[in-house]
């Protein structure tokens, strides 16, 4: 392996892993001796996988029991054992999903067999004794959509020497949902996604070390919901001592009080023709539905339906606390560990495209537009579930965001729709940086390649979902996403990010050792730098202060409940 030329790149490993590398120990291959594949043996059976450019994947392993008939709404189970080879060469089937966020995931599909994983390591030896840190990778869309066969995790495992597993989790209301009479049953209800992903990660404790992996050194980090999911695993309590490191890679959002959500599911049981009640027979009912019925009643490809939580997670009681993430986090009542948090500068260019990528025909954002979104600024709830808006807001948006100073209405949009998201996030890293590491960034590369088809006037700049292409190579959202290959200077960004990425999977510290170029976040020094600038073609720093008054934090702090 060649030096890179940053510092970021950099990693404060052991010197028993230097030792072993400059002997070649890490290019032995992870294996039994197979012709046709890496072969490895998991507590619940053998599995062969596949060489690619120095890259063991192995595909589509099955992590839990398939969740269908009486398993419908339950904890994940554990899957039965085999003797006979698994061949893992084919991602497995995708879960059940119909809003597709535009070209975002798909296709639609109503798959409830689909709780499978997929391990990328280096082509190592794994009897060497140094182990390779971990990454668990959870993919997002909404917590209704998405799939772990976007996310080819091969350069995070080739560059930075760490081993990637991305999975499948439930989704929608076969991910997410509560109803008194199935809540009532004993087990742990509603966050089913929540539960598949803590099922991965014992998984991981298990079976790990069988392809290069240290148990004991695990991240798990994902972007949109993904982030929103890891959050929710740094704050539950049956989380804890299954990961050391999270990343939060755009948003940090509220789940819904339990309340809700049972209302929700229980207008949800009457739509589909099980009644109103809290009984077995209603249970016994919902579970009889078939995975079609479930999918015509949680939405369009255009969006959720009505009995769809805003964010997915639930305020349960057992799987997370029965209270907000904020106050959690300010009662100390989480995982305790380094935490990587940060947002793109034009988050919302992406819901915006999905608006127009379902219009027809297409017609740029307007003047009426911005009217109307400012106009609807009166007692409404903010989007994703971070408050709602007081008497007066429409005036002070207008005052603050004057359409006059943007080139376009839809450049307007993206600000005011933006800038609550990035203070929402702000303020968690400054709720989680009173007590544990924080590494702060803003992705503001506005070049980032765009997988949307080209539609007139919109411009998607440093968009949300636009990092993803810069860790995971091509990423390009689902089948119908436009495949980019990044640029030299693209290119040098990614590599980059890698470093970061990996570097924090080794030490918890994106830098690998020291305080730069990436700096630990200190908000309570509000003028020193401590926020990375993620663009091109230098990565920078500013300080919490300008990153406040870029977004209009102190209007959004006064005007939003987080």
Same mark, same amino acid.
């Given at each position: 392996?060649?030096?890179?030329?940053?510092?970021?790149?950099?990693?404060?490993?052991?010197?028993?892993?230097?030792?072993?590398?400059?002997?070649?120990?890490?290019?032995?291959? /992870?294996? @039994?001796? *197979?012709?046709?594949?890496?072969?490895? =043996?998991?507590? %619940?059976?053998? #599995?062969?996988?596949?060489?690619k &450019?120095?890259?063991?994947?192995?595909?589509?392993?099955?992590?839990?029991?398939?969740?269908?008939?009486?398993?419908?709404?339950?904890?994940p189970?554990?899957?039965?054992?085999?003797?006979?080879? /698994?061949? @893992?060469? *084919?991602?497995?089937?995708?879960?059940? =999903?119909?809003? %597709?966020?535009? #070209?975002?995931?798909?296709?639609? &599909?109503?798959?409830?067999?689909?709780?499978?994983?997929?391990?990328?390591?280096?082509?190592?030896?794994?009897?060497?004794?140094?182990?390779?840190?971990?990454?668990?990778?959870?993919?997002?869309g909404?917590?209704?959509?998405?799939?772990?066969?976007?996310?080819?995790a091969?350069?995070?495992?080739?560059?930075?020497?760490?081993?990637?597993?991305?999975?499948?989790?439930?989704?929608?209301?076969?991910?997410?949902?509560?109803?008194?009479?199935i809540?009532?049953?004993?087990?742990?209800?509603?966050?089913?996604?929540?539960?598949d992903?803590?099922?991965?990660?014992?998984?991981?404790?298990?079976?790990?070390?069988?392809?290069?992996?240290?148990?004991?050194?695990?991240?798990?980090?994902?972007?949109?919901?993904?982030?929103?999911?890891?959050?929710?695993?740094?704050?539950?309590?049956l989380?804890?001592?299954?990961?050391n490191?999270?990343?939060?890679?755009s948003?940090?959002?509220?789940?819904?009080?339990?309340?809700?959500?049972?209302?929700?599911?229980?207008?949800?049981?009457?739509?589909?023709?099980?009644?109103?009640g809290?009984?077995?027979?209603?249970?016994?009912?919902?579970?009889?539905?078939?995975?079609?019925q479930?999918?015509?009643?949680?939405?369009?490809?255009?969006?959720?339906?009505?009995?769809?939580?805003?964010?997915?997670?639930?305020?349960?009681?057992?799987?997370?606390?029965?209270?907000?993430?904020?106050?959690?986090?300010?009662?100390?009542?989480?995982?305790?560990?380094?935490?990587?948090?940060?947002?793109?500068?034009?988050?919302?260019?992406?819901?915006?495209?999905?608006?127009?990528?379902?219009?027809?025909?297409?017609?740029?954002?307007?003047?009426?537009?911005?009217?109307?979104?400012?106009?609807?600024?009166?007692?409404?709830?903010?989007?994703?579930?971070?408050?709602?808006?007081?008497?007066?807001?429409?005036a002070?948006?207008k005052?603050l965001?004057?359409l006059?100073?943007?080139?376009?209405?839809e450049?307007?949009?993206?600000?005011i729709?933006?800038?609550?998201?990035?203070?929402?996030?702000?303020?968690?890293?400054?709720?989680?940086?009173?007590q544990?590491?924080?590494?702060?960034?803003?992705?503001?590369?506005?070049?980032?390649?765009?997988?949307?088809?080209?539609?007139?006037?919109?411009?998607?700049?440093?968009?949300?979902?636009?990092?993803?292409?810069?860790?995971?190579?091509?990423?390009h959202?689902?089948?119908?996403?436009?495949?980019?290959q990044?640029?030299?200077?693209?290119?040098?960004?990614?590599?980059e990010?890698?470093a970061?990425?990996?570097?924090?999977?080794?030490?918890?510290?994106?830098?690998?050792?020291?305080?730069?170029?990436?700096?630990?976040?200190?908000?309570?020094?509000?003028?020193?730098?401590?926020?990375?600038?993620?663009?091109?073609?230098?990565?920078?720093?500013?300080?919490?202060?300008?990153?406040?008054?870029?977004?209009?934090?102190?209007?959004?702090?006064?005007?939003?409940?987080?």
């Open positions: 392996m060649t030096k890179n030329r940053l510092k970021l790149s950099m990693r404060s490993v052991s010197s028993a892993f230097i030792v072993a590398l400059a002997a070649g120990a890490f290019l032995m291959p /992870l294996r @039994a001796e *197979a012709a046709s594949g890496p072969l490895v =043996q998991t507590q %619940e059976g053998p #599995v062969q996988g596949f060489l &450019n120095g890259v063991a994947e192995f595909l589509g392993i099955p992590y839990a029991a398939p969740p269908v008939g009486n398993l419908r709404w339950r904890p189970e554990k899957h039965a054992s085999w003797t006979k080879v /698994l061949q @893992a060469t *084919a991602y497995g089937p995708t879960c059940a =999903q119909i809003t %597709e966020l535009g #070209v975002f995931a798909g296709p639609p &599909n109503n798959n409830e067999d689909c709780l499978y994983l997929n391990v990328f390591s280096p082509d190592v030896n794994p009897a060497d004794k140094e182990k390779l840190p971990v990454i668990v990778w959870i993919h997002g909404g917590n209704v959509d998405g799939e772990s066969n976007d996310y080819d091969s350069k995070l495992a080739a560059q930075g020497h760490t081993v990637v597993v991305t999975l499948n989790y439930r989704l929608g209301l076969l991910g997410f949902f509560a109803h008194p009479a809540d009532q049953e004993g087990h742990l209800f509603g966050n089913y996604g929540i539960l992903q803590q099922f991965v990660l014992k998984w991981v404790q298990r079976n790990i070390a069988s392809f290069g992996g240290d148990r004991n050194n695990v991240t798990v980090g994902g972007q949109s919901a993904g982030s929103e999911d890891t959050e929710s695993n740094v704050i539950s309590p989380a804890k001592g299954l990961f490191h999270a990343i939060l890679q948003v940090t959002l509220e789940p819904s009080p339990l309340a809700t959500a049972e209302s929700l599911g229980t207008a949800f049981a009457v739509a589909a023709g099980c009644g109103s809290a009984t077995p027979n209603v249970a016994a009912c919902l579970r009889k539905l078939s995975a079609a479930i999918m015509s009643l949680e939405g369009t490809p255009q969006g959720s339906g009505p009995y769809v939580n805003a964010t997915g997670m639930i305020e349960d009681g057992q799987i997370l606390p029965s209270e907000t993430y904020v106050d959690a986090i300010k009662n100390g009542q989480f995982n305790h560990m380094p935490i990587m948090s940060g947002t793109t500068e034009d988050e919302w260019t992406f819901l915006l495209a999905i608006e127009e990528y379902f219009e027809k025909p297409r017609v740029p954002f307007s003047a009426a537009n911005y009217t109307a979104q400012v106009n609807s600024y009166t007692g409404s709830e903010v989007p994703y579930g971070i408050g709602t808006y007081p008497s007066g807001t429409p002070k948006v005052a965001y004057p006059g100073s943007f080139t376009t209405p450049l307007a949009l993206d600000r729709l933006t800038d609550p998201i990035e203070c929402e996030q702000r303020n968690t890293n400054r709720l989680f940086a009173s544990v590491p924080v590494y702060a960034y803003e992705f503001d590369d506005r070049t980032a390649p765009s997988y949307y088809p080209a539609m007139p006037g919109l411009q998607m700049l440093a968009y949300h979902t636009g990092d993803i292409q810069y860790l995971f190579p091509l990423y959202g689902g089948p119908l996403g436009v495949v980019h990044l640029n030299a200077q693209q290119e040098k960004l990614s590599d990010l890698v970061a990425w990996t570097n924090f999977a080794w030490t918890g510290n994106p830098n690998g050792q020291g305080n730069g170029p990436w700096p630990l976040y200190t908000p309570q020094k509000p003028n020193v730098p401590s926020i990375l600038s993620q663009n091109s073609p230098v990565l920078t720093n500013f300080t919490d202060a300008q990153f406040s008054a870029a977004h209009q934090c102190k209007f959004w702090d006064s005007t939003l409940t987080y």
